[in-house]
Every structure is written in C-alpha cells, then in structure tokens.
C-alpha cells in the first residue's frame, strides 16, 4: 500500500521522470515513475496525486483519456509550449466519442 503522501510521475522520457521525482523527493515526498499509463494504473488509484508529461498524451491517447477521466481532480498534466493544446484537445475528443 502506498502512503498517502507519495506521487506518480509518469513520463516516456526517462530523464524528465528523474527530475521530477528527484524534485519531489527533496520536499519530502515519495515518488513512484513509470512510463507509461498502463504501466502506472495500480499505483495511481492510491496515490496522492499523479503527474502526466503531455507527451503521454501523444504516445498513449487512449490510455491517457481513460486514465484522466478516472482521476478526477488528482492529476496534474504537464505540457510544454503551446504543442500541448491539440494533445490536449484530442484526449478531449476521444472521451466524447468513447462517451457516445
């Protein structure tokens, strides 16, 4: 079982999900990484809170879309720049369709 204070960092890049938990860490917060979606789900369901680089979004859509409308409000996406937005948009639109 997780403690109630540890996050997880998902990120396909490996250097970006040291950075992230190697910053949390210092705070002192326990950090679980992964990544991939799949690969974090068990985790997450009783983390704190999950982190996502959006280039989740892109190498997983589907996943991805599942995982944040299971989320509710413990999710934090992370996104470079202005590519993020169509990222975004399109995780939006694979939940409408899943929807209909």
């Given at each position: 079982?997780?403690?109630?204070?540890?996050?997880?960092?998902?990120?396909?890049?490996?250097g970006l999900r040291?950075?992230?938990?190697?910053?949390?860490?210092?705070?002192?917060?326990?950090?679980?990484?992964?990544?991939?979606?799949?690969?974090?789900?068990?985790?997450?369901?009783?983390?704190?809170?999950?982190?996502?680089?959006?280039?989740?979004l892109r190498s997983?859509?589907?996943?991805?879309?599942?995982?944040?409308?299971?989320?509710?409000?413990?999710?934090?996406?992370?996104?470079?720049?202005?590519?993020?937005?169509?990222?975004?948009?399109?995780?939006?639109n694979s939940l409408?369709?899943?929807?209909?």
């Amino acid at each position: 079982m997780l403690d109630a204070k540890t996050i997880i960092v998902v990120a396909a890049d490996q250097g970006l999900r040291q950075s992230v938990a190697f910053a949390l860490e210092v705070e002192g917060y326990s950090t679980e990484s992964y990544d991939s979606v799949q690969k974090a789900e068990a985790s997450c369901r009783e983390a704190l809170c999950t982190i996502l680089d959006d280039g989740i979004l892109r190498s997983e859509p589907q996943a991805a879309a599942e995982f944040l409308s299971n989320r509710g409000g413990r999710a934090i996406l992370l996104v470079d720049g202005l590519s993020a937005l169509p990222d975004l948009l399109g995780v939006i639109n694979s939940l409408i369709e899943a929807a209909k």
